[in-house]
């Protein structure tokens, strides 16, 4: 099991900056599988970035390619995500999620086993 606990939330305005942390805790947290996760207000949860325990392969949404950039500090058992140009449609709760690298695929939110708090972000137009 992996403990999650996010931070870097905020109110911004369209155009911003913001850079979310997540720092996970447990047996497996250097060889798991991270993510982010974001659920806007009446939405489904979706995927926004993911990546492997090595860092060496990142995913991204289709929604935050190019805008948004994930990075993964191993001895801290930490991961970033770094969102640029900021837009009022990515008002959400962010979660930090983790899964084995075994299970499932990575964009895949029911194959995820681990969950943060969550972390809002709002962004005003």
């Known amino acids: 099991q992996v403990q999650l606990v996010e931070s870097g939330g905020g109110m911004v305005q369209a155009g911003d900056s913001l850079t979310l942390s997540c720092a996970a805790s447990?047996?497996?947290?250097?060889?798991?599988?991270m993510a982010w996760f974001r659920q806007a207000p009446g939405k489904e949860r979706e995927f926004v970035s993911a990546?492997?325990?090595?860092?060496?392969?990142?995913y991204y949404g289709d929604a935050v390619e190019g805008r948004f950039t994930l990075s993964r500090d191993k001895a801290k058992n930490t991961v970033y995500l770094r969102m640029n140009s900021l837009q009022p449609e990515d008002t959400a709760v962010y979660y930090c999620?983790?899964?084995?690298?075994?299970?499932?695929?990575?964009?895949?939110?029911?194959?995820?086993?681990?969950w943060g708090q969550g972390t809002r972000v709002t962004v005003s137009p």
């Open positions: 447990g047996r497996t947290a250097n060889t798991s599988t």
């Open positions: 990546t492997t325990w090595s860092g060496l392969s990142t």
């Open positions: 999620a983790a899964k084995s690298p075994l299970r499932g695929a990575y964009y895949r939110r029911t194959d995820y086993t681990d």
